[in-house]
Nanobody
Framework: VQLQASGGGLVQAGGSLRLSCAAS????????MGWFRQAPGKEREFVAA????????YYTDSVKGRFTISRDNAKNTVYLRMNSLKPEDTAVYYC?????????????????WGQGTLVTVSS
């Protein structure tokens, strides 16, 4: 199993980035996919999740209206479009895959994790 996150970088406040996570080694289309982030000195927190078909999405309150999660099951890839970025969005962003649909905002629900990609938002 492999989850390869990419797309992070340095961006000014108000800017945008799109993260990608390429998956392999499991049946991607049957898994819930999520994004989490971990800022320095803080715990890893839920950002967004998307169910198998892409019809249901979930966001933490602080990113609603600014971030969009999507997936392409043909490419085994999940995306996180981040607009109107703020300095408080600075963190390492991780993608994760869950076979369960229960508790998809919880870290413990996820079976597989990627290595993370760093997003730095300057003020």
């Amino acid at each position: 199993v492999q989850l390869q996150a990419s797309g992070g970088g340095l961006v000014q406040a108000g800017g945008s980035l799109r993260l990608s996570c390429a998956a392999s080694g499991f049946t991607f289309s049957t898994y819930v996919m999520g994004w989490f982030r971990q800022a320095p000195g803080k715990e890893r927190e839920f950002v967004a999740a998307i169910r198998w078909s892409g019809g249901s999405t979930y966001y933490t309150d602080s990113v609603k209206g600014r971030f969009t999660i999507s997936r392409d099951n043909a490419k085994n890839t999940v995306y996180l479009r981040m607009n109107s970025l703020k300095p408080e969005d600075t963190a390492v962003y991780y993608c994760a895959a869950a076979s369960s649909t229960i508790g998809i905002t919880k870290r413990g629900t996820y079976d597989y994790w990627g290595q993370g990609t760093l997003v730095t938002v300057s003020s």
